[in-house]
């Protein structure tokens, strides 16, 4: 049987193509993978930056076994989940995670560790104008800043750890934070701060060994509330400075070396009555009170 010119080339083109693989809804990664995969649980790719371009919008990348996956840019909504496995990130010089989504996009972090190794410059850069991002069971060490938000969305950070981070270990610049559960330990300046017209909300939350202010609000339209939560061992516990505005509830202050709470001309820093203030260089006072509803 005789076979046309034209029929030979496109069979042969259809034969020699690289496969073309489409997004899926679930991708892996593993530390023996290889990005030309397609990353699929037989086939998984070797980074997260593989993988988010084979996964579809509000997709998941699951960590089949522990490894070190790489520094990745997220554009749209998506979950990376280490699923309790040793899922890490390094980010030596760089940021660990970059998210700069879309308008309704949410964006999930879940059990992730993200190592800076001191030299890092952001663990979790939120930017843009990015809906939802949430970061649960994830620890941030050995960056300038643990987390920077700079989002007009919302970021939800649920039993999570930053560690020596260098300047902040989050600070919430545009948008609302929620932190509930969050422990700051030996982060250089401040373990958590809010700043002008932005809102954020601690929960459960630890500080301990900052030079500067445990939990902050600095700026005009800066508001912070602070509740059931520790500022112990730092320079300052809670520091309300330049129009900022803090509320402080159920909380102790402890063991601060400068002052336990301290406000400034033109801030607020009001207390529900209910807080212990014990064992600071001095003890400071809040500027008001406020009932409990």
Known sequence: MRVSLRCAITIGTLLCAT?????????????????ANPCSRTAPCKTFAGAISKTAANGVISVLDPGGFGAVTITKGITIDGGGIEGSILGAGTTGIIVNAGNGDHVILRNLTIYGTGTGVYGIRVMGVTGQT??????????SNGLDHNASGNVYVYDSAFTDNSNFGAVVRQGKGTFEGVRFDHNTFDALRVTAGAGATIRR??????SNVAFSAVGAGAVLVVDDSLAANNAYGIGAMTGGSITVGNSTISGNTTQGVYFDVGSTLLSFGNNKLTGNAANGSFSGTVGVQ
């Open 134 to 143: 949430t970061v649960d069971h994830c620890l941030v060490t050995g960056f």
């Open 19 to 35: 496969p073309v693989f489409a997004q899926a809804t679930r991708t892996w990664v593993s530390g023996v993978g290889d990005d």
């Open 205 to 210: 939350g630890a500080a301990s060994g900052h």
